[in-house]
């Protein structure tokens, strides 16, 4: 069962213009969120998280927004730049699993055109 | 270099072989993780340690595959008589955490296994 839904797959952006990338889940026992960004033959490589206790969590030129009663995250990133492209992930995790186990969406590619 | 290290980057075997791959994780991380990911999806998580004990398996993961972390250091993740279903990007990853809190887990660059 998919947990965190990461509905496109794909975002094309232009360089300096806002990035938005949408992320969506049902457990409603996920406390703590966070974001990927993989690049090809590398590791997911932490950006930024959040915890359920805040609707805001902000880190250079990436925000994240979360909205619980929507069960509902987002991540914006401004300006976008042409090292951002990548495939994003979205990540969530539970007190009851002790925060060990991460579930991740499918992934958004994100191209950053000049 | 101090984040997470694994080896091999790239294995492959043929049908039936075990493999075993190793991640070193950053070392002052009590947590260590294990995941799958194949192609477009995101990582699947398989199973964690915290020092030396195992705190979970997937119930996904086959008797076929087992992990170790014998002195809370170093794992070892090893697949017996592999099958084509196995072939994925492992990657592992570790963390500094406990029950009452949270951080976030950082990645190696995994290793990719193909079965002929």
């Not at chain 1, 990035?19 to 996920?30: A, G, V």
């Not at chain 2, 192609?39 to 979970?56: D, V």
């Not at chain 2, 809370?72 to 009452?100: H, K, N, P, V």
Request: net charge neutral; charged share 20%.
């Amino acid at each position: 069962d998919q947990q965190v839904k990461q509905n496109s797959p794909s975002l094309s952006v232009q360089e300096g213009r806002i990035s938005i990338l949408n992320c969506d889940y049902t457990n409603s026992m996920f406390d703590y969120f966070l974001w990927y960004k993989k690049y090809p033959a590398e590791g997911p490589t932490f950006l930024i998280s959040i915890s359920s206790i805040k609707d805001k969590n902000e880190d250079g030129r990436f925000t994240v927004f979360l909205n619980k009663s929507a069960k509902h995250l987002s991540l914006h990133i401004v300006p976008s730049q042409p090292g951002d492209s990548a495939v994003y992930f979205c990540a969530a995790s539970a007190p009851s699993d002790s925060w060990g186990k991460l579930q991740f969406g499918a992934g958004t590619q994100v191209v950053v055109t000049p | 270099d101090t984040g997470v290290s694994q080896n091999p980057r790239h294995k492959i075997t043929k049908r039936g072989q075990n493999v075993t791959f190793r991640c070193d994780p950053i070392s002052e991380h009590n947590r260590l993780y294990w995941y799958r990911q194949t192609l477009g999806q995101g990582p699947e998580f398989l199973t964690y340690f915290q020092n030396e004990a195992q705190l979970e398996k997937s119930r996904l993961l086959s008797d076929r595959f087992s992990a170790e972390r014998p002195k809370g250091s170093f794992s070892t993740l090893e697949i017996q008589r592999t099958e084509q279903g196995d072939s994925a990007m492992y990657l592992c990853a570790s963390s500094l955490a406990s029950q009452y809190s949270n951080q976030p887990q950082h990645f190696g660059d995994g290793t990719r296994l193909s079965i002929l």
